[in-house]
């Protein structure tokens, strides 16, 4: 059986190796260690998504306050690209597939998120390219990481208890 890894790997396109290439440097502090950068790119991010031409797509988002996505988001950046551990101790582990179990997270929809996510990559000045393009590698991997984890709780309806899940491991700050 293929592991989730590898399903995203070869669902996005991009290698495991480079969707964890934000883990052989500390992205936090090469943007200079403020949570302002990572503030900005999911305030431009959710302002996309909250305002999506798709209702499909809006209807996803529907159930949560548009200001607690975007604290979420960057406490969630903040924490695995290198910052303090923020949303962890706020929200607990990120749990990633168990967090989206609830949201139709299908490829249509990873697909849609990915677009708005470099959208606001893109129009995030505060982000060099260098580390856009990191985050961009592991935004795509982690998107058909969550499509994977979810098609699979759901063929097998046991959860995902037991499954690795680096995408949402917290990186110690350094």
């Not at 992205?27 to 798709?54: C, H, K, W």
């Not at 690209?81 to 490829?107: D, N």
């Not at 990915?114 to 592991?138: G, P, R, V």
Request: aromatic share 10%.
């Amino acid at each position: 059986m293929q592991s989730l890894q590898d399903k995203a790997s070869e669902w996005s396109g991009v290698a495991a190796a480079d969707a964890f290439a934000i883990d052989g440097c500390n992205i936090f502090e090469a943007l200079g260690g403020t949570p302002q950068p990572f503030v900005d790119l999911s305030t431009n991010f959710y302002t996309r998504v909250y305002e999506d031409e798709e209702e499909w797509f809006r209807d996803i988002f529907a159930g949560s306050k548009k200001e607690d996505a975007i604290q979420n988001q960057y406490e969630f950046l903040i924490q695995r690209m290198g910052g303090p551990p923020l949303f962890s101790e706020r929200r607990g582990h990120p749990a990633l597939i168990g967090r989206h179990r609830a949201f139709p997270v299908t490829h249509r929809a990873a697909e849609r998120w990915l677009h708005h996510m470099q959208q606001a990559l893109d129009t995030t000045e505060s982000i060099d390219a260098d580390s856009k393009a990191k985050m961009m590698n592991f935004f795509r991997h982690t998107a058909y990481f969550l499509v994977a984890g979810l098609e699979t709780t759901r063929q097998h309806s046991h959860g995902c208890r037991g499954t690795a899940c680096k995408h949402g491991a917290s990186k110690p700050a350094e």
